[in-house]
Structures are given as C-alpha cells and as structure tokens.
C-alpha cells in the first residue's frame, strides 16, 4: 500500500497547497460570475446570496462563540492561518482585530488579468461569506478595516461584541 505524503509536508508545502486551492476556488468563482453577466443574470446578487450562504454553513461548523476571541479561536485554525498568514492584533472579550496577510483570491484574480476595479468588485462579494460566518454568531459585528483588494498591505478584519 502506498504511503499517503499529505501528512509528512512541511509548513511550507502546506501553505502553497492552501493558497493554490484558493486560487482555484477564485477562477472558478470569477468564470461563474462572469458567466452569470452573460448570459443577463443579476450575477452580483446570486453571488452575494449563495457566497453568504456557504459563508453561514461555515459558521454553523464554529459551534458557539459570544466573545471576538472565541470566534477567532474558531476560525484560526492552522491551515487558515498559513493561508492567509493570520496574524492576531488584539484579542479580547470585547473586540478581535486580526491581519491578513496573504489572499490566494485577490493573486489569482490579478492574475486572470482583472482591474483593480474589479478585483475589489470580486472581494466584495467574496466578503459576504464572512459576513454569513458572522451572521451566525448574533452578539458580534465584523468590520474590514483594511483590504488587500483594495491596495492596502493586508486584510484587517474587526470583530466587536454588539452594545
């Protein structure tokens, strides 16, 4: 029997593993979209609605979390975090800010040719799905402080407890 080697990679091969199959989900979701446009759909709002969903369907996997750090212990798992080369800013029981990075969507999209017009257009929508993450935690708020797609340096995401 043939020894599976996806266990034995280094922390490296990992993350190129990680981010390629992101790019692959970004060219895929950027065709369906861009097919959507074609052929006369409301593309942006088919998207928003099942990006949200898939987003929600994520969250339920969290379990519970009522604090910013108990969600970002939920989704800071190591393969995210090697992706997206999480980097935790604050972490309290009031407010969560992490950094991203790395986005395997936003390089595969530039790749694919897309105006920085677009790319933005694309990470908006591929924000609903962390909006949906969100959505099943009912005491917390998220908020982008920053955006790679946008030409910042990373990704800084704000999670509050609501007031």
């Known amino acids: 029997m043939e020894k599976n080697n996806c266990c034995t990679q ?9 981010r390629l199959a992101i790019q692959d989900r970004a060219v895929w979701f950027y065709l369906l979209y861009k097919g959507m446009k074609e052929a006369g759909c409301n593309a942006d709002e088919v998207a928003e609605k099942a990006i949200f969903k898939f987003g ?4 339920q996997k969290i379990g519970t979390a009522s604090t910013p750090k108990e969600f970002f212990d939920g989704i800071a798992t190591k393969n995210a975090a ?6 935790p800013r604050e972490v309290e029981a009031e407010k969560g800010i992490y950094r991203f990075h790395h986005c395997a969507l936003v390089e595969a999209w530039k790749k694919l040719g897309c105006s920085p017009e677009e790319v933005k257009h694309l990470c908006d929508l591929a924000s609903c799905g962390d909006q949906g993450v969100v959505s099943c ?3 917390l708020e998220l908020k982008f402080n920053s955006l790679i797609a946008a030409g910042d340096a990373y990704c800084e995401l704000e999670i509050t407890k609501k007031k």
């Open 10 to 18: 280094n922390e490296e091969e990992l993350t190129t593993a990680i």
């Open 56 to 59: 929600q369907m994520k969250g």
């Open 82 to 87: 090697l992706a997206f080369a999480m980097e």
């Open 137 to 139: 935690f009912p005491e």
